[in-house]
């Protein structure tokens, strides 16, 4: 066994003779600042950089980073194709899903009437609460409460984290309710609130648009289908683009959000480069086989259980689970108890790793550890199976 994956060792050393990875071979451009390359088995997480965006769109994004375009007429064209592309009446492309959510609500407060674009946070003109569910105010590395607020709308809380009912929520719209966000994500408590179909049900007598924070959900209509005025998504998650974010929905909200690029969304704006990779890498997702990409992901899971398994490690065992709503196999390595080491320790030995790497920690505490392959190339699992038996028999 080498020690060229070794932590401390510089990331140049070249592999052993007989050992056909060559981490050398995989470009490392952050190098150029001493940092470490990173596999990422983690999934998509905006923390390790989201996507690894795929040849077709880099090379979209490298040439239409090296050229000029009329700015406006190029968000058009796009906003069309994609509303086309997701079956929704319009679409806005924004920065990402954060400003996403800030840029929908605050269409929600101003319309398509520009001085009240222009005096945000202040609100000119009577609606200004927002109303969500206890369970959906979540962190995903910054409050979403924090989103609504910074439109000048107050957020207002209903229920608890652990039950919200249909009275609640009857009890707190008022003349004074913008909105209601519904988010869903698996930060999200999901037990004991109401589902996205009872909340249009109860909003819709009051002509209140719900806005949905799908940031990192993979389904494009599911959401306006039940009913959302708006929905808000991530390019650079399931989507697998550059940073970037989408809002589609309501013609007559989306030309408002449309509008915000005169008043907040300004600050928040997206690059010709960013909108074309957004873009392309949305037609190849939209034109991907669910089962074929499911095999795929399953293929290198495989893959890495063999590995591991090869290398008949005691104290750690392997098997395969799906994620609960999306069709995601992960590895999950688990720690026995009376091991040498624990996962929170074999988690922290793989970080700092050269190449460093990074798994899914949700259940650290529980002894596991999840290996996500969704940004893993198959010739990684090699070099963590490696990693892993190195660390283990220290
Ligand atoms: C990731 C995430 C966001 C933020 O998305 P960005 O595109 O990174 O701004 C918002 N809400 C949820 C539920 C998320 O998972």
């Given amino acids: 066994m080498n020690a060229n994956i070794d932590a401390n060792e510089n990331t140049k050393v070249k592999a052993n003779m007989d050992d056909p990875i060559d981490s050398d071979q995989i470009m490392n451009p952050f190098e150029a600042v001493q940092l470490p390359r990173v596999i990422n088995a983690a999934g998509k997480m905006t ?39 997701t079956g929704a009446e ?23 009437d520009l001085d009240k674009v222009e005096a945000l946070p202040e609100i000119k003109g009577g609606k200004h609460e927002v109303i969500l569910q206890k369970g959906h105010a979540v962190s995903f590395g910054a409050n979403l409460t924090q989103m609504i607020r910074m439109t000048g709308a107050t957020a207002k809380e209903i229920g608890t984290v652990n039950g919200v009912k249909p009275y609640h929520l009857e009890g707190a719209i008022t003349e004074a309710t913008a909105a209601i966000v519904y988010v869903v994500s698996h930060h999200a408590v999901s037990n004991e609130m109401l589902s996205l179909p009872e909340v249009v049900a109860i909003a819709s007598k009051h002509h209140i648009p719900v806005i949905v924070d799908a940031a990192a959900e993979v389904d494009l209509k599911l959401y306006l289908a039940q009913g959302a005025a708006l929905a808000v998504y991530s390019g650079h998650k399931a989507i697998g683009g550059p940073t970037s974010g989408l809002i589609i929905g309501r013609q007559d909200l989306i030309a408002a959000c449309q509008l915000q690029e005169k008043g907040y969304a300004r600050a928040m704006k997206i690059g010709k480069e960013n909108i074309m990779g957004f873009y392309t890498a949305l037609t190849y997702y939209l034109k991907e086989d669910p089962q074929e990409m499911a095999d795929r992901l399953k293929e290198i899971v495989e893959k890495l259980q063999a590995d591991i398994r090869g290398c008949g490690l005691t104290g750690i065992s392997t098997k395969m689970a799906w994620d609960a709503t999306r069709p995601i196999p992960r590895l999950q390595l688990i720690v026995e108890q009376n091991a040498a080491m624990s996962a929170k320790q074999l988690i922290g030995r793989l970080e700092q790793n050269n190449p460093s790497i990074r798994t899914r920690n949700h259940s650290a505490d529980a002894g596991m550890i999840q290996f996500d392959p969704r940004e893993l190339k198959i010739e990684e699992t090699r070099i963590i199976a490696q990693v892993i038996q190195r660390i283990w028999e220290g």
């Fill in 47 to 85: 923390y390790l950089g989201s996507s690894a965006v795929r040849s077709e769109v880099a090379s979209v994004m490298s040439a239409a980073s090296q050229s000029y375009v009329d700015m406006a007429a190029l968000k058009q064209a796009i906003q069309l194709r994609v509303a086309e592309l």
């Fill in 90 to 112: 319009a679409a806005c492309i924004t920065s990402c899903a954060a400003a996403g959510i800030i840029v929908s609500i605050a269409a929600v407060l101003t319309g398509t």
